[in-house]
């Protein structure tokens, strides 16, 4: 289980209309009205509720999965659901980085549910997601993964992931993705590479790697 009592406590507390449901091994369920009241800068306020499921496996092996249960939402790609019902919150890059090393129900909650609901209101009445959204498929995954790591090309996004889902011991011996012509080691790069293999375990990191190439997860050095 990655929360503590104390952590369901507060989301509880600061979302009142969800329930946690009979725990399912190690996974832990909440439903029910989620309220928010959101304003972005330069943007109106929205005051809005809609039913969810959050799913919340042993984090940071798995992201938490949000579904929408009430309705509201159409289960179509165009509305950023995934075939198998559960909200598009984002890449998972995105969600580990606004999420971090460990799981704060309430800061996922307001950083990563909150803000798509927000633009999903909006859209309603609007027609657009107005705080932006990716390209459906990978063409929006890599777009989000250069700005990520700071590169120019998908070719630099992948030789990162690979980085990435390489032992550390011997990453540093790697080209470096920013294209300088030096080894990752020698590169200030190392840096940025560094700060992200902290916010997701080395399996993480490969099944991301291995679904970018669009192939079957294998071994890595």
Do not use: W
């Amino acid at each position: 289980m990655s929360l503590s009592t104390d952590d369901m406590e507060a989301f509880i507390q600061a979302y009142p209309g969800m329930a946690v449901l009979p725990a399912m091994g190690n996974e832990l369920v909440f439903e029910g009205r989620f309220e928010f009241i959101a304003a972005y800068p330069g943007a109106p306020e929205v005051t809005d509720a809609y039913e969810l499921r959050i799913e919340v496996p042993d984090y940071p092996e798995q992201l938490p999965r949000v579904f929408e249960i009430g309705g509201r939402i159409p289960r179509d790609i165009d509305e950023h659901v995934f075939d198998t019902g559960h909200l598009c919150l984002g890449s998972e890059l995105r969600l580990r980085l606004k999420i971090g090393a460990k799981l704060n129900l309430v800061h996922f909650a307001d950083q990563c549910i909150v803000p798509y609901l927000y633009s999903t209101s909006r859209r309603q009445t609007e027609g657009r997601f107005v705080l932006g959204e990716l390209a459906h498929g990978n063409q929006g995954l890599f777009d989000d993964y250069q700005d990520i790591f700071g590169v120019t090309n998908q070719a630099e996004v992948l030789a990162a992931l690979r980085i990435l889902a390489t032992k550390p011991s011997s990453a540093g011996r790697h080209p470096c993705p920013c294209g300088c012509g030096k080894r990752l080691a020698q590169c200030q790069f190392r840096d940025r590479i560094d700060q992200i293999r902290k916010i997701a375990p080395r399996s993480s990191f490969k099944r991301i790697d291995a679904a970018m190439r669009g192939r079957p997860l294998g071994k890595n050095p």
